[in-house]
């Protein structure tokens, strides 16, 4: 099967994009994880899916698929390079549209400057919506992992997050703990493991060790979560620059009920094709 694709990325996060409106893709597991492979495929964090609206209230439907073959709710840089690529696939004419995610509807928008703001929706705290077994909603619960007490913040961005504060992100053990962290058995569906340093009231520096993916360069999703457990702890202000190792994302969230939104780049890499 010859495939057309395109790479993306936002922020470092990096996606092959696929055109499922005008060819039909229909793709296993093991050819999903061939594509994502940095060796014998393309290589990405994720694949990203264009598809036909289910329902009238969207313009597109939108699939993520991480590196490992699992679908998954959402991607909020991927949900940024989706629009991108409609609009410069001339799939639509619109600089804002409604797209169908498992993870609910959100509104993407091209800004003139190029970078794209995404409408998150509100973040959602109630663990068995999460899902975190045995969470209270608090904004800071304790996680036992490895033998010691994490204060993680457990909330969902459309996917899960368990976010925690370090005092030096660089020197933060992401790659002992979020393996540990993505499989804890409290969190059933899995979970993105964040570990953010608050530098000041509107900025802070993001590791993300993400589900199915493992550490990316950039997690969208993640610096919603982030900024969101920053300002319900008391220790940021709306809005935050979110620094991550693959660029800056600005986050806003005006507190309980209201959208998050994300602001941040979308840039194509490439096109061509591959034979699975």
């Given at each position: 099967?010859?495939?057309?694709?395109t790479?993306?990325h936002?922020?470092?996060?990096?996606?092959?994009?696929?055109?499922?409106?005008?060819q039909?893709?229909?793709?296993?597991?093991?050819?999903?994880r061939?594509?994502?492979d940095r060796?014998?495929?393309?290589?990405?964090?994720?694949?990203?899916?264009?598809?036909?609206?289910?329902?009238?209230?969207?313009?597109?439907?939108?699939r993520?698929?991480?590196?490992?073959?699992?679908?998954?709710?959402?991607?909020?840089?991927?949900?940024r390079?989706?629009?991108?690529f409609?609009?410069?696939?001339?799939?639509?004419?619109?600089?804002?549209i409604?797209?169908?995610?498992?993870?609910?509807l959100?509104s993407?928008?091209?800004?003139?400057?190029?970078?794209?703001?995404?409408?998150?929706?509100?973040?959602?705290?109630?663990?068995?919506?999460?899902?975190?077994?045995?969470?209270?909603?608090?904004?800071?619960?304790p996680?036992?992992?490895?033998g010691?007490?994490?204060n993680?913040?457990?909330?969902?961005?459309?996917?899960?997050?368990?976010?925690?504060?370090?005092?030096?992100?660089?020197?933060?053990?992401?790659?002992?703990?979020?393996?540990?962290?993505?499989?804890?058995?409290r969190?059933?569906?899995?979970?993105?493991?964040g570990?953010?340093?608050?530098?000041?009231?509107?900025?802070?520096?993001?590791?993300?060790?993400?589900?199915?993916?493992?550490?990316?360069?950039?997690c969208?999703?993640?610096?919603?979560a982030?900024?969101v457990?920053?300002?319900?702890?008391?220790?940021?202000?709306?809005?935050?620059?979110?620094?991550?190792?693959g660029?800056?994302l600005?986050?806003?969230?005006?507190?309980?009920?209201?959208?998050?939104?994300?602001?941040?780049?979308?840039i194509?890499?490439?096109?061509?094709?591959?034979?699975?």
């Open positions: 099967m010859l495939l057309k694709f790479k993306m936002g922020a470092g996060n990096d996606f092959v994009v696929l055109d499922g409106v005008r039909h893709i229909k793709l296993s597991p093991e050819q999903l061939l594509l994502a060796h014998f495929g393309v290589g990405c964090d994720q694949i990203l899916l264009v598809e036909k609206a289910h329902t009238k209230e969207a313009d597109f439907r939108y993520i698929f991480n590196a490992d073959g699992g679908e998954v709710e959402q991607c909020g840089n991927g949900a390079c989706f629009l991108r409609v609009h410069d696939q001339k799939l639509t004419p619109k600089r804002e409604v797209v169908e995610t498992l993870g609910g959100i993407p928008r091209l800004e003139q400057d190029g970078r794209v703001t995404v409408d998150m929706s509100p973040p959602v705290f109630e663990p068995s919506r999460i899902p975190f077994n045995g969470g209270s909603g608090a904004v800071s619960e996680l036992e992992v490895a010691e007490t994490l993680i913040s457990a909330l969902s961005i459309g996917n899960p997050h368990a976010v925690q504060l370090v005092s030096d992100v660089e020197r933060a053990a992401v790659e002992k703990l979020g393996p540990l962290i993505e499989h804890h058995p969190f059933p569906k899995r979970v993105n493991a570990f953010m340093q608050v530098m000041d009231r509107h900025s802070l520096r993001l590791r993300v060790y993400e589900r199915g993916a493992g550490e990316t360069l950039s969208g999703t993640g610096a919603c982030a900024v457990a920053g300002i319900r702890r008391g220790l940021l202000d709306s809005p935050v620059n979110v620094a991550t190792r660029g800056v600005t986050i806003t969230w005006d507190g309980d009920g209201q959208p998050v939104l994300m602001t941040g780049p979308a194509t890499v490439f096109a061509g094709e591959i034979n699975l």
